[in-house]
T-cell receptor
Framework: DAKTTQPPSMDCAEGRAANLPCNHSTISGNEYVYWYRQIHSQGPQYIIHGLKNNETNEMASLIITEDRKSSTLILPHATLRDTAVYYC??????????FGAGTRLTVKP | GAVVSQHPSWVICKSGTSVKIECRSLDFQATTMFWYRQFPKQSLMLMATSNEGSKATYEQGVEKDKFLINHASLTLSTLTVTSAHPEDSSFYICRPGGGSIQETQYFGPGTRLLVL
């Protein structure tokens, strides 16, 4: 069973930052936070992952709270192509990745 | 990152027939393969975990005799849906595992199965 809670849906204006929250209050000390997204009829696409520190790559930034009980995925300049379902997953060493319901992000023009 | 392929990308079959889905890890030797399925408008559900050269471990509620998994090599795992029925229609997705985080964070593109 998923160890995360996400809002079912969010909207974002094109060009603005999309901030997607995730609660993982039961996360263990050695579990990572992963973010994936799934565009309709495709396999999940890896976005970013982190353990304690904030992380940034070419796609997004990941902000993890100091107590690690929640995190936020930030898409700095959302485009229409970022419309997808976003999944937050906690897993140790990514060998056991279980998906919750995710957040359906709709980017609007 | 690792490249993962699945074949076929979609398949339509008659009820009662068997369908084999292949998952290949193209640039990474996967000692483990995770198989998921996804029904329409639902999230991905882990079905089973296979280890190269040994029997797969199935999640609760998944029939091991219906979903046969073979992981005979480090680059190929197959999922066979035996005696398929319409309720088996789903999106099947694999993910190689057993390596570093950087190697095993990638999912296959998925196979859509429609059983008539």
């Amino acid at each position: 069973d998923a160890k995360t809670t996400q809002p079912p849906s969010m909207d974002c204006a094109e060009g603005r930052a999309a901030n997607l929250p995730c609660n993982h209050s039961t996360i263990s000390g050695n579990e990572y936070v992963y973010w994936y997204r799934q565009i309709h009829s495709q396999g999940p696409q890896y976005i970013i992952h982190g353990l304690k520190n904030n992380e940034t790559n070419e796609m997004a930034s990941l902000i993890i709270t100091e107590d690690r009980k929640s995190s936020t995925l930030i898409l700095p300049h959302a485009t229409l192509r970022d419309t997808a379902v976003y999944y937050c997953i906690v897993s140790y060493n990514n060998n056991d990745m279980r998906f919750g319901a995710g957040t359906r992000l709709t980017v609007k023009p | 990152g690792a490249v993962v392929s699945q074949h076929p990308s979609w398949v339509i079959c008659k009820s009662g027939t068997s369908v084999k889905i292949e998952c290949r890890s193209l640039d990474f030797q996967a000692t483990t393969m995770f198989w998921y399925r996804q029904f329409p408008k639902q999230s991905l559900m882990l079905m089973a975990t296979s280890n190269e050269g040994s029997k797969a471990t199935y999640e609760q509620g998944v029939e091991k005799d219906k979903f046969l998994i073979n992981h005979a090599s480090l680059t190929l795992s197959t999922l066979t849906v035996t005696s398929a029925h319409p309720e088996d229609s789903s999106f099947y997705i694999c993910r190689p595992g057993g390596g570093s985080i950087q190697e095993t964070q990638y999912f296959g593109p998925g196979t859509r199965l429609l059983v008539l």
